[in-house]
C-alpha cells in the first residue's frame, strides 16, 4: 500500500484518520491543486485507472482533458460557488481508458485545490442494467394502462356520484361528496402517471425564463406559498433559454410547490422561498439519445429553509414513488426529472436542516434558435 504521505489531499494537515478516509474511500477521488496539476489519488482511482499517481500527475491534469470537458466545467463551477458541487451521467475519457459514465462531485478544499471525486457506473451488470430498464419499462406501461383503463369508468363514477348527492338526504350528502373527491384524487394520480408515458419530445423554442418564473410566483404566491417569504434574485442579462413554455412552467412549480411545503413545515411562521437565475461558464451535458455535449449554462435555483430531505430518501429522490410525504405519490420529482432531461438539461440538490436548494441547469437558445 503507498504511504498515507503520499495520498494525503491538502488542507487536512496531518490526521491520520482523515488520510486513512480519503484514501480508503470506496470511490476514485483525485485532488487538483491551484495550477491544475494532479496531487492526489487514492486507492480507488488508481485501481480505476490502471496506474499509480507518479504516472497519473505527468504534467498538467486540466491541460490533459479534452476540450468542452464536464470535469473542467465541475471543477470551475466548485471554485465559483466555493462549495460542493455535484452532476450526474457525465461521460469521461482520461488517461487512455475508454469513455465511461460516472457521477461526478468537486468541493474546494480551500486552498485553490479541489477534491474531485467520481461514483463510476461501470460495474453496472447486464442484469441489474436490465432490471433498471425494465423498471423504467413498466413505470410507462402502468401509466399508459391506467389512463386507458380507468380514467373513462372514473368518470363514469364521478357522474353517478354527483348525481346521488342532488338527491340524496342531507345526512348521505357527504359520502356522496366523498366518491367525488376521491374519484377527482384517483384521476390525478393517473394523469401524473400517463406523463410517464409521454415520449414526444418537448416543442422547445426561445423564452424568457423569468417570465416563467413570474409566472409560477404568481401562482404560488395565491396558492401553495400563501404566507410565506418569497424571494427572487434575476440576473436580467440572461440570454432566452431554449424550452418549452408549459413544461418549464410545471418543472418550477412543482419545485416551489415542495418547497413551500417544507418551508411550511417549520411550523414557526418564518417560512421562506427564494428563486434565484445566473450563468454557469462552461456547463455542458450530454443531449438526450447520445447527441453530442451542449452547453446548459442557465441555471435556475430554488431554496428553502425548511427542515430537509431526510437522509434516507437523498440518493434515490428523483425515481418513481420515494417521497416523504404521508399522502404523497412520490411521482412530482419523478416527472419533474423526466421533463429536465428532455430538454437537455440537469436537476440536482443539495440538503441540510434549515437549507434544501434545488438546481436546474438549461440549454440557451442559439442564434439558429433565435432566428428560427
Known amino acids: 500500500m503507498t504511504s498515507p504521505n503520499k495520498r494525503q489531499p491538502p488542507g487536512v494537515g496531518a490526521d491520520a484518520l482523515k488520510a486513512a478516509a480519503f484514501d480508503l474511500s470506496p470511490d476514485p477521488a483525485l485532488v487538483v ?3 491544475g496539476a494532479l496531487v492526489a489519488v487514492n486507492e480507488a482511482a488508481e485501481a480505476l485507472f490502471g496506474q499509480g499517481l507518479g504516472l497519473l500527475a505527468r504534467g498538467r491534469f486540466r491541460a490533459a ?3 468542452g470537458s464536464a470535469l473542467v466545467s465541475l471543477l470551475n463551477l466548485a471554485i465559483e460557488q466555493d462549495a460542493r458541487v455535484r452532476e450526474r451521467g457525465l461521460q469521461i475519457s482520461l488517461f487512455g481508458l475508454p469513455p465511461f459514465e460516472a457521477d461526478g462531485a468537486a468541493a474546494p478544499l480551500g486552498d485553490g485545490s479541489v477534491l474531485l471525486t467520481l461514483s463510476v457506473k461501470l460495474g453496472l451488470s ?6 433498471e430498464a425494465a423498471g423504467l419499462r413498466s413505470i410507462v406501461g402502468l401509466g399508459r394502462m ?13 357522474g353517478a356520484a354527483q348525481l346521488l348527492k342532488s338527491s340524496a338526504k342531507a345526512e348521505d350528502a357527504p359520502l356522496a361528496q366523498l366518491i367525488v373527491d376521491e374519484t377527482d384524487r384517483v384521476r390525478r394520480l393517473v394523469e401524473r402517471m400517463e406523463a410517464f408515458s409521454d415520449d414526444h419530445l418537448p416543442n422547445r423554442t426561445p423564452i424568457n425564463i423569468h417570465q416563467v418564473l413570474d409566472r409560477v410566483r404568481a401562482l404560488a404566491a395565491n396558492g401553495v406559498a400563501d404566507g410565506l417569504g418569497l424571494k427572487e434574485s434575476y440576473d436580467p442579462s440572461l440570454p432566452p433559454v431554449l424550452g418549452d413554455e408549459d413544461q418549464l412552467i410545471q418543472i418550477f412549480l412543482n419545485l416551489v410547490k415542495n418547497a413551500a411545503e417544507a418551508a411550511h413545515g417549520r411550523g414557526d411562521g418564518r417560512g421562506e422561498i427564494s428563486i434565484a437565475t445566473a450563468y454557469r461558464h462552461g456547463v455542458r451535458v450530454r443531449a438526450a439519445k447520445g447527441q453530442s455535449l451542449r452547453g446548459a449554462p442557465l441555471e435556475v435555483r430554488v431554496q428553502d429553509n425548511g427542515p430537509g430531505v431526510p437522509a434516507h430518501l437523498r440518493e434515490h429522490l428523483f ?6 410525504k ?5 411521482l412530482g420529482l419523478a416527472l419533474v426529472a423526466k421533463l429536465v ?3 437537455g438539461g440537469l436537476i440536482d440538490f443539495e440538503s441540510e436542516p434549515g437549507r434544501t436548494v434545488f438546481r436546474v441547469l438549461l440549454p440557451i437558445a442559439s442564434e439558429g434558435d433565435l432566428s428560427a
Open 33 to 35: 491543486d491551484a495550477d
Open 65 to 67: 482533458l479534452p476540450p
Open 126 to 131: 447486464p442484469e441489474r442494467a436490465g432490471a
Open 146 to 158: 391506467l389512463a386507458h383503463e380507468i380514467k373513462n369508468p372514473l368518470a363514469g363514477i364521478r
Open 319 to 324: 425515481q418513481p414513488f420515494v417521497t416523504s
Open 326 to 330: 404521508a399522502n404523497g405519490a412520490g
Open 341 to 343: 432531461a428532455g430538454h
